[in-house]
């Protein structure tokens, strides 16, 4: 949509918000509205207003509404929990999914191209049809080393890791096995980090703080109840182990 967005300056990623969406008239799936935007920092109180609907061809798989502040003359997505900017599919599993085995909750997700690579399965290349591909794969398996720290800079790569709620030894045995050439052992660096995430409390908050730390993703709200918004990285907070 043409002017929906204000010019990204190069390299910064676009903040976005997170909003359940539930089914509206018709069926129709709509978003609880925020009451105002994350850029009411100068004081000035927002108004949001709905600016229009955006169809993915990817991703959660129905349009997603789009808010516009008339006041700051800046607009955002919604997004439902799970899915982020430019994401082909889920960052993480969602919460219907608890209980269910560690491999089925986190193959719908950005990491599905490296568990199949860990447990060994044949690159996409070399399956039947060729589809989607290895340069596909590769693509997923790089996006989910950069979303976890693994090819970081030192500093940003602990930064990472505490985000993540990973011990920094662990975390740097990871990077290093990422570093090394090969497919799987890079898909099994991956792994290792996910098996232990997900055994902790909150790990797709967790993932959406260590991705804007790692510069994979921008900062995200999300759209609680009676439309007030909740940083997802507040300033001097931290997820506890």
């Known amino acids: 949509m043409r002017g929906a967005y204000p010019e990204k300056q190069p390299g910064s990623k676009r903040d976005f918000l997170i909003a359940p969406y539930v089914r509206g008239k018709g069926g129709v799936l709509v978003p609880e509205l925020p009451r105002r935007g994350p850029c009411g920092g100068d004081g000035r109180c927002c108004r949001i207003r709905r600016h229009g609907w955006r169809r993915r061809s990817t991703g959660p798989g129905f349009p997603l509404l789009i ?84 090819a970081a800079p030192q500093r940003q790569a602990e930064q990472v890791a505490l985000e993540l709620g990973e011990e920094l030894a662990a975390h740097r045995r ?14 099994r660096a991956v792994e290792s980090l996910l098996k232990r995430l997900d055994s902790r409390s909150n790990p797709l908050r967790r993932l959406l703080r260590a991705g804007k730390v790692a510069g994979a993703c921008g900062s995200a709200w999300h759209c609680g109840e009676e439309g007030q918004l909740v940083p997802v990285f507040p300033a001097l907070e931290r997820v506890g182990p």
Not at 70 to 76: A, L, N, P, T
Not at 77 to 104: D, I, M, N, W
Not at 174 to 185: L, N, S
Request: positive net charge; glycine residues 14%.
């Open 174 to 187: 990871a990077c290093q096995e990422y570093a090394q050439p090969g497919f799987r052992r890079r898909s």
């Open 67 to 150: 808010v516009r502040c008339r006041v700051h003359s800046r607009s955002f997505t919604l997004y439902p929990p799970g899915h982020v900017p430019y994401g082909r599919g889920r960052l993480g599993p969602s919460s219907a999914e608890v209980g269910k085995p560690f491999e089925q909750r986190w193959l719908g997700t950005l990491f599905a191209a490296s568990l199949m690579a860990a447990a060994g399965q044949p690159a996409w290349s070399r399956v039947a049809g060729g589809e989607p591909g290895w340069c596909t794969q590769r693509r997923q398996i790089q996006r989910a080393g950069e979303w976890l720290g693994l």
